[in-house]
Structures are given as structure tokens and as C-alpha cells.
């Protein structure tokens, strides 16, 4: 197939690069230059598209482009994505488009909502939302074997994604009519891990505070993982959850929940924890202390660990989305 990401940045290139080692022709738009010649010195000159009216004949579109929170509000901003909508809908009247309409995909993270709105944009070009699940520290690792394939739209989409993702095998699989269900699992997922980093690190903060020594928490660290219920609960504490999506998209998950009426105290409490890190809490040094203490491996302290303890694989992920 002919796939093309718009935005070739972490989740875009490693999206392309993924379908093109099992085969397809890919592409890519960016409006940065090195981002086009990162595509171009992986996938050849040919590869990059600099206008959208050349997306012709394209099988699959992914929009990947940033939806960093507003900075006064907090929520997703949009406004990139509004405008590649709009740049692909204004397409729609040219007889090739007509004739064999990509399937547009909404790889980026938007609040549950978004592919209900953007979708109307389009008459005859199916829509469907596919959200990236890489961690930003295992990128290509994350693209290459998803730790989780979800997606959603109608037929016409999820039968394109069906063949695309066939050879993806091992991931978890979530295929839904519903695209709110599918844009509200990613906030879930990254929100989940925002609330345990917090948690965690409320816990190492209670423990220092009574002067119990590090070796003892790893201790009751394995202790209460060894029971099954929280086997998956535990996140390394020492630092806070990072700059990149664990804090851009619980912000904007609190802010759906303001514009609903729903209180969201503890999803407002990871984050109030999390900031109070950044402000004076942050503790790398606690973070490879407790690691080697529990003989996993010592992570870089700028990427904040999320890892599981007790001889379990170090996973990097306070950082990650
Ligand atoms: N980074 C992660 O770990 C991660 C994981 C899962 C989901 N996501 C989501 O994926 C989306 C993209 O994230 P990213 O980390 O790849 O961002 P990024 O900043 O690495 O890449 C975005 C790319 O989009 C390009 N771009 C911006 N405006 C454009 C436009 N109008 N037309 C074409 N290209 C444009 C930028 O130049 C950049 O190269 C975001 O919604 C993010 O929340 C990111």
C-alpha cells in the first residue's frame, strides 16, 4: 500500500518506518526541513511530498502533528490538526481523490470528540482514529512492535487497517465502531500511568520521611506486587512525570472533565503531586538507588523511570506517552 504520514516527527517517522520494512511505499509531509530530510535520507528523495494536493493515490494518510496543550487553558490545542482537516477536505473535489479517497487517520492524540468533528469535514473520504502508543525512550521499539493496537471508524477505514496492521502480531488488538472509546483509551492509558508515578512517589516521600532506609521500600515494593491485584501497579518514584505526554495529556483530560462538570480530585491530585516534584521533590538519585537496589538497571536520569521492580526489565516510561 501507499501510506503517507503528515507530521514525520516520533510517532510519524517510526510509523512510516514500520510499514515500510513490512513492504509498503511510504511518504511524508512535514513543514520542517529536518524532519523532510530525515525522511528523505531514510526512504529516498521521492519520498517527500511538499504540498498536500500531491497526496493522490495514497492508501493511507496519518496525521501525526503535535497537539500540545494550550498554555493558558491546558487543553489539546488543535489548531495544527484543524488545519491539515481542512487542507485534506478541500482535496475531496479532484477527480483522483475521487476516484480512489485515501483512508484518513487520526494518529495524533485528540480528546474524545475530535474524530467525531473532524470526520464530518469529509463527504466520501473514510476517517478512522489509530493512536500511537510509543514511549518516547522506546520509540522505534514501540512502532515497530506496538504495545498496543487500538482503532476505530467505519468499515470502509478499519478494513484498510485490518490488512496494514495484519503483520503486527502480539499486540493487544482493540477495533471499535466507537471513536470516542478508542481516543478516550489513550488518555486513560498515559493518565493511569501519570497516577501511579504520583502515587509512587508519595509513597517514597512517606517512607523517607520515616527515616526507613531505601533497601526496605524496595522490600515492601516487591511484597506488594507479589500479589497478583498489583502486580502492574508499581512505578519507580524519585522523579516527576516528565515534558512529554503524561503531562500534556493529563492536562487535557482535567480539562474535558472542567468543561463536563467532573470533579477529576485524584487525576488532579497526580498532578498537583507532580508539580510539587518539579518544584522541589524531584529525587533521580532515589529513582537508580532503588533500581540498583532492586537489581534492576539504573535508567539515564533525564528519562524519569517508570520500572518495575524486583529483577523485572527496567521499563523507561515517566518520560513516555
Ligand atoms: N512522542 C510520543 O511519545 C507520542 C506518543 C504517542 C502519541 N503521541 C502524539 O502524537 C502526536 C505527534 O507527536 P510527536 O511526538 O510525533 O510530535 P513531534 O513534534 O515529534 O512531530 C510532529 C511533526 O509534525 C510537524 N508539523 C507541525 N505542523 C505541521 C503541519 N501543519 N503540517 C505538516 N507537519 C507539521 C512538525 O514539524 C514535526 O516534525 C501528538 O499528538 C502526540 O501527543 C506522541
Given at each position: 500500500?501507499?501510506?503517507?504520514?503528515?507530521?514525520?516527527?516520533?510517532?510519524?517517522?517510526?510509523?512510516?518506518?514500520?510499514?515500510?520494512?513490512?513492504?509498503?511505499?511510504v511518504f511524508g509531509v512535514d513543514i520542517s526541513k529536518a524532519a523532510r530530510g530525515n525522511v528523505a535520507d531514510s526512504f529516498g528523495a521521492h519520498a517527500v511530498i511538499d504540498r498536500l494536493a500531491e497526496?493522490?493515490?495514497?492508501?493511507?494518510?496519518?496525521?501525526?502533528?503535535?497537539?500540545?496543550?494550550?498554555?493558558?487553558?491546558?487543553?489539546?490545542?488543535?489548531?495544527?490538526?484543524?488545519?491539515?482537516?481542512?487542507?485534506?477536505?478541500?482535496?475531496?473535489?479532484?477527480?483522483?481523490?475521487?476516484?480512489?479517497?485515501?483512508?484518513?487517520?487520526?494518529?495524533?492524540?485528540?480528546p474524545p470528540g475530535s474524530a467525531a468533528r473532524f470526520s464530518a469535514e469529509f463527504e466520501h473520504t473514510p476517517y478512522a482514529v489509530n493512536p500511537s502508543f510509543l514511549s518516547k525512550a522506546t520509540q522505534?521499539?514501540?512502532?515497530?512492535?506496538?504495545?498496543?493496537?487500538?482503532?476505530?471508524?467505519?468499515?470502509?477505514?478499519?478494513?484498510?487497517?485490518?490488512?496494514?496492521?495484519?503483520?503486527?502480531?502480539?499486540?493487544?488488538?482493540?477495533?471499535?465502531?466507537?471513536?470516542?472509546?478508542?481516543?478516550?483509551?489513550?488518555?486513560?492509558?498515559?493518565?493511569?500511568?501519570?497516577?501511579?508515578?504520583?502515587l509512587w512517589n508519595e509513597y517514597l516521600q512517606l517512607s523517607d520521611a520515616l527515616g526507613m532506609q531505601r533497601r526496605f521500600f524496595v522490600e515492601l515494593a516487591r511484597e506488594i506486587t507479589s500479589r497478583?491485584?498489583?502486580?502492574?501497579?508499581?512505578?519507580?518514584?524519585?522523579?516527576?512525570?516528565?515534558?512529554?505526554?503524561?503531562?500534556?495529556?493529563?492536562?487535557?483530560?482535567?480539562?474535558?472533565?472542567?468543561?463536563?462538570?467532573?470533579?477529576?480530585?485524584?487525576?488532579?491530585?497526580?498532578?498537583?503531586?507532580?508539580?510539587?516534584?518539579?518544584?522541589?521533590?524531584?529525587?533521580?538519585?532515589?529513582?537508580?538507588?532503588?533500581?540498583?537496589?532492586?537489581?534492576?538497571?539504573?535508567?539515564?536520569?533525564?528519562?524519569?523511570?517508570?520500572?518495575?521492580?524486583?529483577?523485572?526489565?527496567?521499563?523507561?516510561?515517566?518520560?513516555?506517552?
Open positions: 500500500m501507499q501510506v503517507c504520514a503528515i507530521g514525520c516527527g516520533n510517532v510519524g517517522f517510526n510509523t512510516l518506518k514500520a510499514f515500510q520494512i513490512r513492504g509498503h511505499s497526496l493522490s493515490g495514497m492508501d493511507i494518510v496519518f496525521i501525526c502533528v503535535p497537539t500540545d496543550p494550550d498554555e493558558v487553558t491546558g487543553h489539546a490545542d488543535l489548531s495544527i490538526m484543524e488545519e491539515v482537516v481542512r487542507g485534506l477536505s478541500s482535496l475531496e473535489s479532484r477527480p483522483a481523490w475521487r476516484r480512489h479517497p485515501p483512508v484518513i487517520v487520526q494518529r495524533s492524540t485528540c522505534w521499539e514501540d512502532s515497530d512492535r506496538p504495545p498496543r493496537i487500538a482503532y476505530a471508524g467505519p468499515s470502509e477505514a478499519t478494513e484498510v487497517l485490518d490488512e496494514v496492521y495484519k503483520e503486527f502480531t502480539g499486540a493487544p488488538r482493540y477495533v471499535s465502531t466507537s471513536y470516542e472509546a478508542v481516543e478516550l483509551l489513550k488518555y486513560i492509558e498515559n493518565s493511569i500511568d501519570a497516577v501511579l508515578i504520583s497478583d491485584r498489583f502486580a502492574t501497579t508499581l512505578r519507580v518514584p524519585g522523579g516527576s512525570f516528565g515534558k512529554w505526554c503524561l503531562p500534556k495529556d493529563l492536562s487535557a483530560l482535567l480539562g474535558m472533565c472542567a468543561d463536563l462538570g467532573v470533579a477529576g480530585h485524584v487525576l488532579r491530585g497526580a498532578q498537583l503531586t507532580n508539580q510539587q516534584m518539579k518544584d522541589h521533590g524531584e529525587n533521580l538519585a532515589a529513582t537508580s538507588e532503588l533500581l540498583a537496589l532492586s537489581g534492576g538497571r539504573t535508567v539515564p536520569t533525564d528519562t524519569a523511570a517508570t520500572a518495575l521492580l524486583g529483577g523485572c526489565q527496567g521499563v523507561p516510561g515517566a518520560d513516555g506517552c
